[in-house]
């Protein structure tokens, strides 16, 4: 395939590892969407989900734990022109780089993330993230955990995302599907994968084998629109997949920026519109 | 022509920045550097650059790499606790080579200390405080028109040597007023990175995103195609290249005044805000008839070594007054190395050092 970068191939990944399926989504979606290899930037932080922008042919940034979308933040105000992505994992964006996500999502920056979420840290061996399930095993919650997890989801979406999306790395056509309709929004589009670590997520669990961890994808999902008739007994313990919001209606921020510095050069005021 | 004007240190930084090209500013509040982001947010986009006030310091100095990976001349500004916050994207621009200028109008620490209080209490925090082996540049102004010459030569060094350069300003040179001369608009030449084909030995060419190369940047420790490796041998090469571009240029990035040096005996090792007032003494003394010289630096780190070196031959004594509690004293000891008596001066109540009180120190009372 034309987006993957074969010299840097074989990847880090474990055997059963969501990443590649998740990367292979992002690489088919960029083919949908007539991604222009030449003028996408993949960013990512640190983590194991983080390889994968080593393995697309684009201009590539890897970057320190958690801040991704801070260095894409100032890649896409200095060329908007640029089709931006970042790729990372959910202990990534949502612990150490919460912050960076909900004021990305807040200015609407027109910035496509993936969130690979296995639940875990994977690259520190398999350690609680915010969105380990309460009640699951991890090596820093070996009683099972206490805290409750993050719905990214509805969390980006509150704080002013214009695209979001989740899906699995078992429902691959549904996840390609959904990182093209994000790569082809204008504005901040979050699509979150539910990427399975049958290595520290599963082990824990009674999950190692990757065809277990399939399964719960698929046993443990449901989709919005049966959802929806769903009683909340029914709904405990499952996942909510689908596309949740999808607006146009709020301006993307890089363009904003530039629309004020025209204005500013035909002798306009500071006016707020 | 210019005319005189009555401006303060920030607003020198600001006007040396844009006149040497600024074309992206990221920052987060902090006293005493945040006229540098008020004055930005309402110049740049007049001159079509960008500014941004981000969620915080990290992501200030992390948006300021991304801007310059894709072309742009970045800095961001602040202050003791959030130059503490930058520090591990400051040891990213220096390992992925991004230019960029820092700009930390110190404050009293540790912590919160007292805010907004002078002091010069970063030097090593500037020097070493990112983690593992690494260049930096440190340039340290004493006056507000220094603040602006010093500003537009941290980026043609970013620029040419591919290093996050750091401008160690204080709360004294920030907001001091002076009336100052500026050099007539477009005379600061525009700078450079190292291209294809022009970049020398020791700097690898720069590729902005967005060129078509495919460019693959990263943190860890990578070999000359961008992508990381596990490899001893790329590891000790790059951090040894890394750290030797600008050991290398040591004698070319020093930038010293001096007084009085040839007949000195006694010589007052002096930066920032409190030069001003060791210059002062140093006058003082003269009159007073004592071989008192001065030596002024404008450029902390790579530190002028063999300046030290030279000066310690001669003289009995050498002065290294600091608003802290001894932090360059250490490394011009180390760089007399026994061959004349160093002295530290310190103060640490967030009071400028006066001249009257260096007196007799000089004098040798
Ligand atoms: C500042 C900082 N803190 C901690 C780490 C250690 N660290 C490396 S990767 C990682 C977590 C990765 O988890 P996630 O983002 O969920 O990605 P995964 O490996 O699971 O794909 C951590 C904590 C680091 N590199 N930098
Ligand atoms: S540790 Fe987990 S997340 Fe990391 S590569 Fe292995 S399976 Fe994938």
């Known amino acids: ?273 | 022509m210019s005319q005189p004007r009555l401006m303060q240190g920030n607003e020198a930084c600001v006007e040396g920045a844009l006149e040497a090209g600024l074309q992206f500013f990221a920052g987060y509040p902090i006293t005493p550097s945040t006229e540098i982001a008020e004055l930005l947010a309402d110049r740049l986009p007049r001159v079509g650059g960008f500014f941004i006030q981000m969620e915080d310091e990290i992501a200030s100095m992390a948006a300021v790499i991304g801007a310059s990976l894709a072309g742009m001349r970045a800095m961001t500004a602040t202050s003791g606790p959030g130059f503490s916050l930058k520090q591990e994207n400051l040891g990213y621009a220096a390992i992925t080579e991004t230019p960029c200028v820092v700009v930390n109008v110190q404050r009293v620490g540790p912590s919160t200390g007292m805010p907004t209080s002078p002091a010069q209490g970063d030097v090593m925090q500037a020097r070493w405080g990112t983690h593992g082996d690494h260049p930096v540049v440190v340039l340290t102004p004493s006056s507000v028109l220094e603040t602006y010459t010093l500003t537009a030569k941290a980026f043609a060094i970013a620029d040419e040597l591919r290093v996050p350069v750091i401008l160690l300003t204080d709360e004294i040179t920030g907001h001091m007023r002076e009336r100052v001369l500026l050099p007539d608009p477009g005379t600061i030449p525009r700078s450079r990175r190292p291209r294809a084909g022009q970049a020398p030995p020791d700097i690898p060419p720069m590729e902005h995103f967005g060129e078509g190369r495919r460019v693959m940047v990263t943190g860890l420790y990578h070999d000359s195609t961008g992508f990381w490796t596990e490899s001893r041998e790329e590891a000790d090469r790059l951090v040894r290249r890394l750290a030797g571009k600008v050991e290398s240029r040591r004698e070319q990035l020093t930038m010293v005044d001096r007084w009085h040096l040839d007949d000195a005996q006694v010589v007052v090792v002096a930066y920032g805000c409190v030069a001003r007032s060791a210059q002062r003494a140093v006058h003082l003394a003269r009159e007073r008839g004592h071989r008192v010289g001065m030596l002024r630096l404008s450029c902390l780190w790579p530190f002028p070594r063999h300046e030290i070196e030279a000066i310690a031959e001669r003289v009995d004594r050498i002065v290294v007054p600091e608003m802290n509690l001894g932090q360059m004293v250490g490394e011009v000891e180390r760089a007399a190395c026994g061959r004349c008596k160093v002295i530290g001066y310190n103060r640490v109540d967030t009071e400028l050092i006066r001249p009257e009180e260096l007196l007799p120190v000089l004098e040798g009372v």
């Open chain 1, 1 to 273: 395939m034309r987006f993957l970068r074969r010299e840097n191939l074989p990847h880090i990944w474990c055997v059963g590892c969501g990443h590649g399926i998740v990367l292979g989504a992002v690489a088919r979606a960029m083919e949908k969407a007539g991604v222009d290899q030449d003028r996408t930037v993949v960013v990512s932080g640190i983590g194991c989900s983080s390889r994968a922008v080593g393995y697309l042919s684009m201009d590539a940034l890897h970057t320190t734990h958690g801040r991704a979308l801070a260095f894409a933040t100032g890649i896409k105000l200095a060329r908007p022109d640029l089709r931006v992505v970042v790729l990372a994992g959910d202990g990534d964006l949502a612990a150490i780089g919460g912050n960076h996500l909900i004021h990305a999502a807040r200015r609407n920056i027109g910035i496509t993330t993936v969130c690979f979420n296995n639940g875990i840290y994977g690259m520190t061996s398999g350690q609680y993230s915010p969105l380990t399930p309460a009640g699951y095993r991890t090596t820093t919650s070996p009683f099972g955990h206490l805290e409750r997890d993050f719905d990214l989801c509805r969390l980006v979406q509150a704080a002013g995302a214009t695209y979001v999306a989740r899906s699995t790395a078992y429902h691959v056509h549904q996840t390609i599907t959904y990182i093209t309709r994000a790569l082809n929004h204008d504005g901040f589009s979050f699509v979150e994968v539910f990427s399975p670590c049958p290595t520290y997520f599963g082990r824990f669990n009674r999950m190692a084998d990757p065809v277990k961890m399939m399964q719960w994808l698929h046993d443990g999902t449901v989709q919005a629109g049966q959802a929806a008739r769903m009683t909340p007994e029914e709904l405990r313990g499952r996942v909510v997949i689908g596309e949740f919001h999808r607006t146009q209606e709020v301006p993307e921020y890089a363009r904003s920026y530039r629309e004020m510095i025209a204005r500013l050069a035909e002798g306009g005021d500071h006016g707020a519109g």
